[in-house]
């Protein structure tokens, strides 16, 4: 009984682990369910006017006086990110971290290669072909420079847009970048009044969807996200062309994967809708809805593009780090997380860190773990006897459980004593998990020698291969129950684990190896002491 509980034990963390490896990890942006959120509902696209003499806009708009105003990109060095700008659209065309770098070694760009009319920061009315020429016509630019550095000395910098068609139609772009920092203000302004019927509300869209690193996309996942009322809303938009819409305190919409994130915070809340959004190939946008008043709206909100680092993002003060979800066990993640970041502070190292973190969290668990090796060694010494009373009341049922209750409280043994006490470390276990899956900041950390990167797998297999030998020993120390096929099984899990671990960040390997040899430790100084007192 005491070996099926330990099994269950091993089984209830593995069944934790696969579901996070297999499911969690890799959800799939057209299979999210919304989460319940109070007072809140998703509900159909809104029925915009059409725009008047779109055709007229749009044959207008081909000819754009054969192009009088050139195309031009331009570049912002922040310090901490280099923004691409194209005047065609007043878009966004490349968001490049500079501390993270892709396989090929050079900063990792957030934004997917589109169309030009597809980049981020573009603007979609309830007539396509009209969002089309918006999106496409080339906006005039009030910048001299094509690229501008961020430093010390100039902390920072507006870039301009300003386009205006001879239908009347008028739309400017406004840009301001910050040194050190991934945040962008963004103010964008339309005036249709002169058009026939007004009527401009539009959508200003994140989108296509937000880059992979491309270090760790086994791992990945790219979801929409937004704070809405307080609550995480995380909405199923699958298909093509579908859309979701929310209404309340829009705290802020963003697009999100493991490690990195573009939220829109809105300044400006009146007239507004969050809107999640699929193109018609499938490609995945969220963003803002404004509706305009007698043809003309503006509206301001701010552009976060860059790691999910919960200190910094905690300095907007809209909630935007409860982006980062450790799971089930949260409650548990996050002071673990502050306590390994503690240790950073004084270590320099995360993989030293995480080491502490477990021989401390080891010292806490130390009193139930002692118990439940004693209780495991008790079990094992009545096996024999427990066994006669099993063959001698195998057909009946109530008398077996009689006797067997009988011989635990002659020998003063509770059958759950060895079982609860790991049950209890298993939530602590899967927060800590969480923390070392998720964490940003131990991507490109390194630890010794041949681990230059704690979110990436051992590229020797050295630590899983360790991690599983400590396993192995730990299943022979472990007392024997006695069942063959439970003693195989057993033996099977250090070789499923191993394989498994192959693949899995090394900062949490090491976790479970440094958690291994402490629990070797541990046995074998109970194992010393019971023989001392016979």
């Known amino acids: 009984m005491e070996k099926r509980a330990f099994l269950a034990v091993f089984l209830s963390a593995l069944v934790f682990i696969l579901y996070q490896y297999f499911y969690l990890s890799k959800i799939d942006t057209t299979q999210i369910k919304p989460e319940q959120v109070t007072g809140l509902e998703q509900s159909a696209p809104p029925k915009t006017p059409a725009l008047p003499q779109t055709e007229i806009l749009v044959k207008e708009e081909s000819k754009v006086e054969e192009r009088l105003i050139k195309e031009r990109e331009i570049k912002i060095n922040t310090g901490v990110t280099e923004v691409v700008l194209t005047n065609k659209g007043g878009k966004v065309k490349a968001v490049y971290l500079q501390k993270y770098k892709a396989k090929d070694g050079k900063p990792i760009n957030l934004i997917k290669e589109a169309e030009d009319r597809l980049l981020p920061v573009r603007l979609d009315f309830s007539d396509k072909k009209f969002s089309d020429v918006i999106n496409s016509a080339v906006f005039d630019v009030a910048e001299t420079e094509d690229v501008i550095n961020l430093s010390q000395d100039k902390r920072n910098s507006t870039i301009k847009f300003f386009y205006k068609n001879s239908s009347g139609l008028e739309v400017s772009k406004e840009y301001t970048f910050y040194y050190d920092d991934y945040k962008i203000d963004v103010g964008i302004k339309t005036d249709g009044s002169a058009l026939p019927a007004g009527g401009l509300s539009y959508q200003i869209l994140w989108g296509p969807g937000l880059k992979s690193d491309g270090n760790s996309d086994k791992y990945n996942y790219e979801r929409p996200t937004s704070f809405i009322d307080g609550e995480l809303v995380s909405d199923k938009v699958s298909g093509k062309g579908e859309q979701a819409y929310h209404e309340g305190d829009i705290r802020w919409v963003a697009i999100q994967n493991k490690y990195f994130m ?60 409860k982006i980062i979800d450790f799971g089930w066990f949260g409650f548990l993640a996050r002071p673990l997380f502050r306590v390994l970041k503690l240790f950073y502070k004084f270590t320099h190292n995360y993989g030293i860190s995480i080491i502490i973190i477990t021989v401390i969290i080891k010292l806490i668990f130390f009193p139930m773990s002692q118990k439940s090796f004693k209780s495991m060694q008790k079990m094992q010494k009545i096996q024999p006897e427990l066994k006669i009373i099993q063959e001698r009341y195998k057909n009946d049922k109530q008398k077996l459980s009689q006797e067997m209750m009988r011989l635990y409280r002659e020998n003063k043994i509770n059958p759950l004593g060895g079982f609860l006490p790991v049950l209890i470390q298993i939530p602590v276990f899967v927060a800590l998990y969480n923390v070392l899956m998720y964490s940003i900041e131990l991507k490109q950390s390194p630890f010794i020698w041949w681990i230059k990167d704690l979110s990436e797998k051992d590229p020797y297999y050295i630590t899983p291969i360790l991690m599983g030998a400590t396993m192995l020993i730990q299943q022979k120390m472990t007392p024997s129950g006695g069942d063959p096929m439970q003693a195989k099984v057993m033996l099977i899990m250090p070789v499923i684990f191993t394989f498994m671990f192959l693949n899995f960040p090394s900062g949490l390997v090491i976790y479970w190896l440094v958690n291994n040899v402490l629990s070797i430790g541990q046995q074998y100084l109970i194992y010393k002491d019971m023989k001392k007192k016979g």
Do not use: H, Q
């Open 262 to 321: 573009a939220a829109l915070i809105p300044v400006i809340k009146e007239n507004l809708k969050a809107v999640v959004k699929t193109s018609d190939i499938g490609d995945l946008s969220t963003g803002l809805e404004y509706t305009s008043v007698g043809g003309r709206a503006e509206n301001r909100f701010i552009l976060y593009v860059g790691p999910k680092e919960s200190d910094r993002l905690k300095t907007y003060n809209v909630s935007l780090e």
